[in-house]
C-alpha cells in the first residue's frame, strides 16, 4: 500500500510543460492561453488536459498532457527568435514563378507550422506596396492570416497589444526609397 501512494505521489509531482496562465502556440490556431489544467473522463479514460483559450479565435481547445509534443504546442518564442522573424521582414521578397494554387499550399503549411520565422516568409512574400499590383483576394486573406498570427505572438512577447504589433510589423515591411546618387 505504501508503495503505491508512493508512485501516486511521483506521478503528481511530475512538472508539467505548462502552467495556467502560460501563453502558448498550437501551430494551427496561434497564440493562445493556457486557462486550466484539467482531468476529464473521454471514452471511459481520465485524461489530464491543458484547456486553452485562443481569445483572437473565439475558441477553446483541450491538449492531451501526453501529446503536447504531438501537436505541436509550444512555448511562447523567445524575443531572440522573434527577433530574428522581424529581420526576415526586411529582407527581399522572394517571388517564385509557380502557379498560385501551389504557392498558396506552401504558404499554407508555413503559417500552421507554427514557427515564426517561416509565418514572416510569408508575410514578406505576399506584402505588397502601394505602388505594386493589387493583391487578389485569396493573397489577401493570407497574408491577413500570416500577419495577424506573427503580431499575435510577437505582442506576448514585447508585452503590448496586437494592434501596436500589427503596426510594428508594418513598418518594418515598408522599404525606404532608393535615393540614386548625382
Known amino acids: 500500500m505504501a ?3 508512493a508512485n501516486t505521489t511521483k506521478a503528481k509531482s511530475k512538472k508539467l510543460a505548462f502552467s495556467v496562465g502560460d501563453f502558448v502556440v498550437y ?6 492561453e493556457v486557462i486550466d489544467v484539467a482531468t476529464e473522463e473521454i471514452a471511459g479514460f481520465e485524461l489530464k488536459l491543458f484547456v486553452i483559450s485562443f481569445a ?14 504531438e501537436s505541436g504546442l509550444r512555448k511562447v518564442s523567445s524575443k531572440e527568435k522573434m527577433a530574428t522573424a522581424t529581420d526576415t521582414l526586411k529582407g527581399r521578397a522572394r517571388a517564385k514563378r509557380t502557379m498560385w494554387s501551389r504557392r498558396a499550399q506552401e504558404y499554407e503549411a508555413k503559417i500552421n507550422s507554427g ?3 517561416s509565418i514572416a516568409e510569408v508575410v514578406r512574400d505576399l506584402h505588397r506596396a502601394p505602388d505594386q499590383p493589387d493583391q487578389s483576394y485569396s493573397e ?4 491577413e492570416a500570416a500577419i ?4 499575435h ?3 506576448v512577447v514585447e508585452k503590448i497589444d496586437p494592434v501596436t504589433a500589427a503596426e510594428r510589423l508594418q513598418t518594418l515591411l515598408i522599404k525606404p526609397p532608393v535615393v540614386k546618387a548625382p
Open 3 to 5: 508503495k503505491a501512494s
Open 115 to 117: 514557427d515564426p520565422i
Open 27 to 32: 501551430p494551427t490556431h496561434g497564440v493562445g
Open 148 to 151: 495577424n498570427r506573427l503580431s
Open 56 to 69: 483572437a479565435e473565439k475558441m477553446t481547445l483541450r491538449v492531451p498532457i501526453g501529446k503536447t509534443e
Open 140 to 143: 489577401r486573406q493570407m497574408y
Open 153 to 155: 505572438e510577437l505582442a
